[in-house]
């Protein structure tokens, strides 16, 4: 009976994570991005050197990291009232539920060899390197081409990229989450693990969004990079990697990362 339901409660669990993201958050929403307020967000402008020149843009880009990492970590302290009840609120209320059942639906697949195999094989598209070599292919390849909106697109996606993994290497680093794999299966926190959030669907859906919402970009682009980032958070699942919570957790911060870092004024 469990394995007839898995199918519809991934549905289920997929659908809750794009409701949640597409929920405005990181000053995104009307409240929040008022002008006055958002450029108190951004107020980090570049600062010419000495000698009145514009910085490179490498240090641009880093300038604008370090921008981001202070919109995103302050994030829960300017959120407005309906930004808690629509988001805040049903996220905890869902990551608190599925760590509550982590330990049982993590065994609902036979997790045989195979099926960990070449689960693992098709989440690597969602590591590091692979998703630095598309979004630095992206950036070069519009450069060369003379496609602006394409260069866009890697900039945006290659910068959505970094945050996610500064963001989610540093919750790894406070929550130490057993993998389903580890110990005796249940998730503990803060016994030296690294499972919570995912950084495979956290960096999947944070390059997804970077690239779908960013102008101009191409419609089979967008579609591509959501099919991606969705399958790659599944096969974290299925490779016994993680636990749903933790693809839900990541996939959603990814998502909010991603949607920032393509609307942003700059």
């Not at 990551?95 to 330990?103: F, K, P, Q, S, V």
């Not at 950084?199 to 999947?204: L, V």
Request: proline share 7%; with cysteine; glycine share 10%.
């Amino acid at each position: 009976m469990r394995h007839i339901m898995t199918p519809r409660y991934l549905v289920g669990f997929l659908l809750l994570q794009l409701v949640l993201v597409g929920q405005p958050v990181f000053g995104q929403d009307e409240a929040v991005t008022a002008a006055p307020e958002v450029e108190s967000f951004h107020a980090f402008p570049p600062t010419p050197d000495p000698g009145g020149q514009k910085p490179s843009a490498a240090g641009q880009f880093f300038r604008d990291i370090w921008t981001d990492q202070k919109v995103i970590w302050t994030t829960p302290f300017r959120m407005n009232r309906r930004q808690y009840l629509t988001v805040a609120l049903p996220l905890a209320a869902a990551t608190a539920g599925l760590i509550a059942t982590d330990a049982e639906t993590a065994t609902w697949l036979p997790n045989t060899p195979d099926q960990i195999k070449w689960s693992q094989r098709f989440s690597n598209f969602g590591g590091v390197y692979t998703l630095g070599f598309i979004t630095g292919g992206m950036l070069v390849g519009g450069k060369v081409a003379d496609k602006p909106h394409y260069f866009q697109i890697g900039r945006n996606s290659a910068e959505a990229l970094v945050n996610s993994v500064i963001t989610n290497y540093a919750l790894k680093v406070i929550t130490q989450r057993e993998r389903p794999n580890e110990g005796n299966g249940r998730g503990h926190f803060w016994e030296g693990g690294n499972s919570f959030p995912s950084g495979h669907a956290m960096n999947s859906w944070a390059v997804a969004f970077a690239v779908a919402r960013t102008p101009k970009c191409p419609k089979w682009l967008a579609i591509t990079s959501y099919a991606m980032a969705t399958g790659i958070s599944i096969s974290r699942y299925t490779a016994h990697k993680h636990f749903l919570s933790d693809i839900l957790v990541g996939g959603v911060f990814g998502g909010y990362i991603g949607s920032y870092v393509a609307r942003r004024p700059r």
